[in-house]
């Protein structure tokens, strides 16, 4: 018995299959290379063809179950192939062929061409136009324009439609009824289940209702608030900027006086006056309501109340606009913001004369509308998507806008 036969490795029998289809078994021992075995291989399947040294390393063996590419310098062993496993012979993908000098060169030009233009460019490209002095801060005040000037046509527009509304037979029970539709407004109301929760914890109730209102009726952060402050001076005062309990029962006196109908002696001035009654009253339900939050944040850095209601007032409820405006100059003053448009200026006679407008004006709920956005102008954009008051504010925006590029 020959000593190499005593000593050799364990022979593997392997099944190869080609792309082709062809499959045969070859039988080595485990201690074969792969390289090895691919010559092999490529002898079954493709005689003659190891003449070109380069046929080997343009093929690849692959493991069937595992899908591994079998590396040329390792044994079957090495490989972890086990008898009876399975192996493709596969012809390797010639590499792309590397592009000429004239097709870099094209592509090249065609990146260059479609590059954005740097700065020096534009300047080379714009060197000949005619300059103009456009300052990007003319559209940010033209908007402001806008603001402000839409504040003074909504305050003479209030008037001229107090005044056609006066002459409408059914206008003091169109204002009752839009008067009650506002003693329905959620912000007046307070949560009661959220209320009964903090009453029965033991907290009074004035004082709850004061913590849910700053707190957005959460009662853990109303508790939490009542909590912290339980041994606070001011903790009973009420918020800054509300209305206080003397208002409430001065607007209660004057509602009963709103309530009781004309009396038949003078029908036609009692009912003037009910209507100027009503629309007081709707005035005071629409009156600004400062953000209780910015009022205290502002007052504790030292400033006083009634000037910081003035400035969220002028500001929109905006705390950082508010404080830069009591740290400035104060422009637009609060009694601004009362002065309505000049009634002979084009601008006026314009909006009066659009037949949107004039139809608008005779609608309560585009005086309620009015009423609302001079003190509350963030509710601007729920009457501009009101199918009713929508239209008039749209004829409005149209209208200043061109007369202003005129």
Request: include cysteine.
């Amino acid at each position: 018995v020959q000593e190499e036969k005593i000593f050799a490795g364990k022979v593997l029998r392997l099944h190869v299959c080609t792309m082709e289809g062809a499959e045969w078994l070859e039988e080595v021992p485990e201690d074969t290379t792969v390289e090895k075995l691919k010559e092999r291989c490529l002898k079954h399947c493709l005689p003659g063809s190891l003449e070109d040294p380069k046929t080997v390393t343009h093929h690849k063996l692959i493991h069937a179950t595992s899908e591994k590419v079998l590396t040329d310098t390792k044994t079957v062993l090495e490989e972890n192939i086990q008898d009876r496993d399975v192996l493709l012979l596969i012809k390797k993908r010639a590499p792309p062929p590397l592009p000429k000098m004239a097709d870099v060169s094209a592509e090249e030009k065609r990146k260059q061409e479609q590059k954005a233009p740097d700065k020096d460019a534009i300047l080379k490209a714009t060197a000949n136009l005619p300059a103009r002095s456009v300052d990007r801060t003319v559209t940010h005040h033209n908007m402001r324009d806008f603001q402000t000037e839409l504040r003074k046509i909504l305050v003479s527009l209030i008037e001229v439609a107090q005044k056609l509304l006066a002459l409408n037979p059914d206008a003091v029970e169109l204002f009752k009824k839009a008067n009650a539709m506002l003693d329905e407004d959620e912000e007046d109301r307070v949560d009661e289940i959220a209320l009964r929760q903090l009453t029965e914890m033991g907290f009074p109730e004035s004082r709850a209702v004061k913590a849910l209102r700053l707190n957005h009726m959460s009662v853990t952060q109303a508790m939490e608030w009542l909590i912290e402050h339980a041994d606070d001076p001011s903790v009973d005062a009420p918020l800054p900027g509300q209305t206080p309990a003397e208002a409430t029962a001065e607007g209660g006196a004057s509602s009963a006086e709103a309530a009781a109908g004309p009396s038949s002696e003078e029908g036609g001035e009692e009912a003037k006056d009910e209507l100027t009654e009503i629309f007081k009253k709707i005035r005071r339900k629409r009156e600004f309501r400062p953000d209780p939050r910015a009022v205290i944040a502002l007052m504790e850095m030292g400033f006083d109340e009634k000037e910081v209601v003035d400035a969220l007032r002028v500001n929109n409820n905006q705390q950082n606009a508010a404080c830069e405006w009591l740290l400035g100059d104060r422009k637009p003053s609060p009694e601004d913001l009362d002065k309505g448009i000049d009634t002979n200026s084009p601008l006026f006679q314009a909006i009066l004369e659009n037949p949107v407008v004039q139809l608008g004006l005779t609608n309560p709920k585009t005086l309620l509308a009015f009423e609302d956005m001079l003190e509350n102008p963030l509710n601007s954009t729920q009457w501009m998507n009101d199918p009713e008051t929508g239209p008039v504010m749209l004829q409005i925006s149209r209208i200043f806008q061109t007369l202003n590029r005129t």
